[in-house]
C-alpha cells in the first residue's frame, strides 16, 4: 500500500512537472513572440521616422534651389528621396525609410509621399524685400547714403496678397483687403492710433500675419533658370527699344540696332521679349499673353520705363469701352509679365490719372515714380492692376499732414486670374506648400 502511494506521488510530481515545462516552455515562446513582433513595431517606426526624415530633407533641399532625387544614412538606418515633377508647379515627394539588422537583413521598409506646391511671384499683389529706399546725397565730392522708410498712407488701397521681407510702415489710414504678411514682427506707425488707423481683411487670420519666414526673390537673371530662358529663348533687341502695343494683337517696335522706326509685327504671344544693354519704353494696349525683360549688367539701362496707360485688351468690352471697377473676365487670356534687372518706371510725363495691367518684378531695383519728389508733378491715381515685386521698395509719391505733395495715391488691385496662372518665364517664390500627403 505504502509502495502504491509512492507511485501515484511519483506520478503526480511528474504530471506536474510536465506541466510546469509545457507551460514554461509556452510562456519562453510568447516571450520571444513579443519581442520580436516589439522589434518589428520598433523596426517600423524607426523605417516611417527615415522617411519623414528624408521628406524634411528634401523640402530644405528644394527651398534651396536642388531638385535632385538623393540618399542617406541616419541612425540605425537609411532613407532615398525621389523627387518628381508632375507639371503646373506641382512636385510629388517620396521618401523610403529602410531598418536592418546586424546582419544586413531588411527589418522593415516605410515609404512616405507628399505633393508640394511651388508659385510664380506672379501670385502676390505687392511684395519687397525691404520697405526702405536708398537714397544717395552728394557734395563737394563728399556722398552720403541714407535709408529711408517708404510709407502706406490714407488713400493708399491694396487687395490681393501682400508680403515684404521687412516690415511696414503706416501712417493715417490704408486699406488692405487681402491677407498681409511680413518677415518683421512689428509694424512702425508714424503717429500711432487713433491718428494711426489703418484697415486690415478681416476674413484672413491672422492678418496681419507677422514673423514669417524670408522668401528669397532673384536679384538679377542670372539668379533664376526661368530668367535665364528669357534671355536665352525670348526676341532678342539690343540698346534701346520702344515697343507701342496695339488693340489687334500686333505691336510697333522702334529699335536702331535693326533700323526700325515702329515696325509693326505680332506680338510673340505666349512668349518672352528681351531687351539687352538698353532701357525698354512700352505702353499701349496687349491682345495676348508675354513676358518682357530688360538688362544693362555693365551700365545703367536695364530699366522698364512705361511712358503711358499699359492696358490689356480685354479691360475694353465689346464696345471698346473700359469695364467698370478695373475687371478683367475670368476667361480672358491676356497676360503682361515686366521684368527689370533695374527700376520699373512710371515715366513722369504719364498721365495724371495712369493705369498699369500687368505682373512688375524690378529685380535689383524699385518700382518707381520718376520725379516723385517733385510737387510740380503731384498727380492723380496710379492704378496697377495685377501685382508688383521689388527688391527695395519705390516711392511713387511724397506726402504731408495735409495729405499728398507730389507724386500719385496708390492704388493697387490684384488680378484673381494671377492665383492660378504661370506667367512665361516668371521666377517662382520656392516655397514649395505641402498641400497632402499619403503612407504607400
Not at 546582419?103 to 512616405?112: D, E, H, K, P, V
Not at 542670372?222 to 488693340?247: C, H, N, P, R, W
Not at 513676358?291 to 522698364?304: P, R, V
Not at 471698346?320 to 518706371?345: C, H, M, Q, W
Request: glycine share 10%; hydrophobic share 35%; with cysteine.
Amino acid at each position: 500500500m505504502r509502495e502504491m502511494k509512492k507511485g501515484v506521488i511519483l506520478i503526480i510530481a511528474l504530471s506536474v512537472l510536465t506541466a510546469l515545462v509545457v507551460i514554461g516552455g509556452g510562456y519562453f515562446s510568447y516571450v520571444i513572440s513579443e519581442k520580436k513582433e516589439v522589434d518589428r513595431t520598433l523596426a517600423r517606426r524607426k523605417a516611417f521616422y527615415l522617411a519623414e526624415a528624408g521628406l524634411d530633407i528634401a523640402l530644405t533641399r528644394m527651398r534651396s534651389g536642388s531638385m535632385n532625387n538623393f540618399s542617406g544614412n541616419l541612425g540605425e538606418g537609411s532613407y532615398t528621396v525621389n523627387i518628381q515633377n508632375l507639371g503646373s508647379l506641382i512636385y510629388q515627394v517620396s521618401a523610403t525609410g529602410e531598418v536592418s539588422d546586424s546582419a544586413g537583413n531588411l527589418l522593415s521598409r516605410q515609404t512616405l509621399s507628399i505633393y508640394a506646391k511651388d508659385a510664380p511671384f506672379n501670385v502676390y499683389s505687392y511684395f519687397t524685400n525691404s520697405e526702405y529706399y536708398t537714397l544717395t546725397f552728394c557734395f563737394w565730392g563728399w556722398c552720403w547714403v541714407i535709408q529711408q522708410p517708404v510709407w502706406f498712407i490714407g488713400g493708399d488701397t491694396l487687395h490681393g496678397p501682400v508680403f515684404t521681407n521687412s516690415e511696414f510702415h503706416i501712417s493715417g489710414n490704408p486699406a488692405f483687403y487681402g491677407p498681409v504678411g511680413s518677415h518683421g514682427d512689428t509694424i512702425t506707425y508714424m503717429h500711432g492710433p487713433p491718428q494711426d488707423n489703418p484697415y486690415f481683411d478681416p476674413n484672413y487670420s491672422p492678418n496681419p500675419n507677422l514673423g514669417q519666414p524670408i522668401i528669397n526673390a532673384p536679384s538679377s537673371f542670372d539668379d533664376d533658370s526661368s530668367l535665364q530662358a528669357l534671355k536665352t529663348q525670348g526676341e532678342y533687341f539690343y540698346g534701346d527699344t520702344t515697343i507701342v502695343f496695339k488693340s489687334d494683337g500686333t505691336m510697333d517696335v522702334t529699335n536702331a540696332a535693326r533700323g526700325w522706326i515702329n515696325h509693326n509685327m505680332p506680338v510673340p504671344s505666349g512668349e518672352g521679349i528681351f531687351v539687352d544693354s538698353g532701357n525698354l519704353y512700352i505702353k499701349g494696349v496687349l491682345d495676348g499673353e508675354i513676358t518682357l525683360g530688360a538688362e544693362d549688367q555693365s551700365g545703367n539701362k536695364g530699366n522698364i520705363v512705361i511712358t503711358d496707360n499699359l492696358r490689356l485688351k480685354s479691360r475694353y468690352d465689346e464696345e471698346e469701352t473700359l469695364r467698370e471697377g478695373f475687371s478683367i473676365p475670368s476667361d480672358s487670356d491676356d497676360y503682361l509679365g515686366l521684368i527689370a534687372e533695374k527700376n520699373v518706371i512710371v515715366s513722369k510725363n504719364a498721365p495724371y490719372d495712369v493705369e498699369i495691367d500687368a505682373s512688375i518684378m524690378a529685380l535689383g531695383g524699385s518700382f518707381i515714380v520718376e520725379s516723385w519728389y517733385d510737387p510740380n508733378y503731384n498727380k492723380g491715381t496710379l492704378t496697377v492692376l495685377g501685382g508688383i515685386v521689388q527688391l527695395e521698395r519705390g516711392p511713387v509719391g511724397t506726402f504731408s499732414q495735409g495729405g499728398k505733395v507730389s507724386g500719385y495715391s496708390k492704388n493697387y488691385i490684384y488680378d484673381e486670374r494671377l492665383s492660378h496662372q504661370i506667367l512665361p518665364y516668371f521666377p517662382t517664390t520656392k516655397t514649395f506648400e505641402v498641400i497632402s500627403w499619403r503612407k504607400e
